[in-house]
């Protein structure tokens, strides 16, 4: 285990922990979100960027997120967060993956594009002969420069876009099938005493 894992608990399993704690439940969801059911409500920005650095940094090892609330709720709250974490990363990855099939479509058809004014200009320069007219020459080396400026932003989209998005789309679905764990302020004071006393 490298040294930067080294600061994560891990439990019975073998399981690294990413630690996430609050005094209630609702710190963990936007403030701007508190009317909707909890299974929907969007997390808290802070505490999503959190998650998903904490996710990249794990990166191949198994994880569980562990919530410590100062005093638990109950049961069924416990179940609605667990869903709400869930449904908000699984949303995320609709999100990644609707953007990484937009990125393809376009891709491609930046790439058709690119070929058919590209085969234009061929044709065109084949058509005019020797000794084109310097307006044709304009158009034809116009053509021939608009082609390549498509086919590049069909190779862009694939060489610079696509791995980041398939890298998210994956480290989201890890996050939305992740499970959740909780802990309240006794359980961790126990803890600790028990680690001071062995």
């Known amino acids: 285990m ?8 891990k439990d019975p399993a073998g399981n690294m922990l990413v ?3 609050a005094s209630r439940a609702e710190d963990l969801y936007n403030v701007f979100d508190r009317s909707s059911p909890y299974s929907r409500r969007d997390l808290d920005e802070n505490l999503v960027d959190y ?10 090892e198994p994880f569980s997120i562990r919530v410590s609330l100062a005093s638990p709720p109950h049961a069924p709250m416990l179940g609605r967060i667990k ?4 449904n908000y990363f699984a949303y995320r ?4 993956r609707r953007e ?3 990125l393809i479509r376009r891709s491609l058809l930046f790439f058709a594009l690119g070929l058919l004014i590209l085969l234009v200009s061929i044709w065109l320069r084949k058509w005019l002969g020797e000794a084109p007219s310097a307006l044709a020459s304009v158009l034809s080396e116009g053509l021939t420069v608009a082609a390549w400026v ?4 069909a190779l862009a989209g694939f060489l610079i876009d696509w791995l980041p998005k398939r890298k998210n789309l994956a ?20 803890a600790g005493v028990e680690d001071a006393n062995s």
């Open 2 to 9: 490298t040294t930067s894992l080294n600061r994560y608990d």
């Open 19 to 21: 630690d996430v704690s």
């Open 51 to 60: 998650i998903i650095e904490c996710a990249r940094e794990l990166a191949d």
């Open 83 to 86: 869903r709400g974490i869930s």
């Open 93 to 96: 990855a609709e999100v990644e």
């Open 100 to 102: 990484h099939a937009q």
């Open 150 to 153: 498509s086919l590049w932003e």
């Open 171 to 190: 480290l989201y679905r890890r996050l939305a099938a992740a499970e959740v764990v909780f802990s309240s302020a006794a359980d961790d004071l126990a």
